[in-house]
């Protein structure tokens, strides 16, 4: 079933727009019919059951009171800038609708007083020569405090517990479509160093003592986050000298192990 989405502005990011009451992960169910679908598709849900998170992680999400929507991008071109610009477009509706406070952690979580409200999951697929991408985003929107310690994610937070705000579904779909249709659109006409600079002004990782770890945990490099490359490196000063740390296999530490 399609629907129309309410709020909706963008031309092509939304249509058609497919409410699923629920879904194992909205990425799986995208990728599954992604070849035969058009660029801007979007499914959702309230209740994803087996969500993918960063790095073979899961990504919870049951109860209704969390976003989970992916959208379709074709073709697969820029796609290891799709998550950054997801971010800072995750970044921009999420302070529109709840209030500024709301920041990007390199590469592309977002957190709001610390702690992480939105996740961001992007894959790429080659059914063909032109292939596609699957922009996967996961927003906390109504969990309490006591929910997100029972589901083991204590150090996450819901967008309602740190504003007040208590936020639809549609209308966060909504807002992140809106914005992120523009974002993509002048990344592909001039690359990702014409949002460098807004990225960076809204990234929380910039300017903070960080630590660079690998997936299993070892300790790659440290530093003082200083900036954002024109491919979206994060630039790390270590006593080696500057380090561009790509997307990807990585997380990014805070120095006393705190988010970022
Ligand atoms: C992360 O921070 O680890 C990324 C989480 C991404 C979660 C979203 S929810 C919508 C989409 N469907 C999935 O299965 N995962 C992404």
Redesign the pocket.
């Known amino acids: 079933m399609t629907g129309e989405l309410r709020g909706l502005t963008a031309r092509e990011f939304g249509r058609p727009f497919f409410p699923l009451p629920e879904a194992d ?4 169910w995208l990728k599954e019919r992604g070849g035969g679908l058009p660029h801007g598709a979007v499914c959702y849900t309230g209740r ?1 059951t087996a ?4 790095m073979g ?1 899961d ?1 919870v999400a049951p109860d209704g009171k969390a976003l ?3 959208l379709l991008v074709k073709p697969a071109a820029h796609s290891a800038l799709l998550a950054p610009v997801c971010g800072l477009a995750a970044a921009r509706a999420l302070s529109g609708l709840a209030g500024e406070g709301f920041a990007v952690k390199w590469p592309n ?1 977002i957190v709001c007083s610390g702690r992480k409200v939105c ?3 992007c894959e790429t697929c080659w059914p063909d020569a032109r292939g596609f991408s699957v922009a ?3 927003v906390n929107l109504r969990q309490t405090e006591e929910e997100l310690r029972r589901a083991g994610i204590p150090q996450a937070a819901s967008v309602e517990m740190l504003t007040g705000r208590r936020l639809t579904l549609e209308e966060t779909a909504a807002a992140l479509l809106n914005e992120l249709e523009p974002l993509w659109l002048r990344l592909e006409r001039e690359g990702f160093a014409a949002l460098r600079e807004e990225y960076e002004a809204r990234c929380a990782t910039v300017g903070r003592e960080v630590r660079v770890l690998d997936p299993g945990g070892a300790l790659r490099l440290e530093g003082r986050a200083v900036g954002v490359a024109e491919d979206g490196s994060l630039l790390v000063e270590t006593p080696d000298g500057m380090v561009p740390v790509r997307a990807g296999e990585v997380s990014v530490r805070g120095m006393a192990g705190h988010l970022y």
């Open positions: 992960s909205t990425n799986r994803q969500g993918r998170g960063r992680r990504w989970a929507l992916s979580d996740g961001i999951l996967g985003i996961g």
